[in-house]
């Protein structure tokens, strides 16, 4: 039994690295680093205003690294900050119009390829897929934390 059980994390293991490693090379494609792709995907998939905090939760990168990111991304005039009124240092980070061109550009090829992946699935394990996929996550989170 624990055989087997080793077995299936390693393939589960590489599995998740694999994916990471695709959007990995989407990024590399394009010329960016992970962190900049991952900002763009998020300013240009996301319908609501995002900062800093938001872009770290929602890919679970370190503050500094997103703080890299969006430095990177504002001397390329891809992004602006601006400070959220009322709330201290808090900035919402906004696409410049050259910013929303060049992230449509390359978040719509990856969006597409995800949808494609998706829908080759049918509605039910894609229902799974995300079920197992959140629970397994919050697990090990909470095994490791």
Request: charged share 30%.
């Amino acid at each position: 039994m624990e055989q087997e059980l080793k077995k299936k994390i390693e393939i589960l293991t590489r599995q998740v690295k694999e994916i990471s490693a695709i959007y990995h090379h989407a990024a590399k494609k394009n010329g960016i680093p992970d962190s900049e792709f991952c900002i763009l995907y998020s300013l240009v998939t996301m319908d609501e205003e995002c900062t800093q905090k938001d872009i770290c939760d929602l890919w679970s990168f370190p503050k500094q690294t997103v703080n890299s990111g969006i430095s990177a991304l504002t001397k390329k005039n891809y992004i602006t900050l601006d400070n959220e009124q009322g709330v201290g240092n808090r900035k919402i980070i906004r696409l410049t119009k050259a910013g929303n061109e060049f992230g449509k550009r390359i978040v719509s090829k990856i969006l597409e390829s995800e949808k494609r992946a998706f829908s080759m699935m049918t509605k039910e394990e894609r229902e799974e897929c995300i079920k197992l996929v959140n629970k397994y996550a919050k697990y090990l989170k909470e095994s490791i934390y």
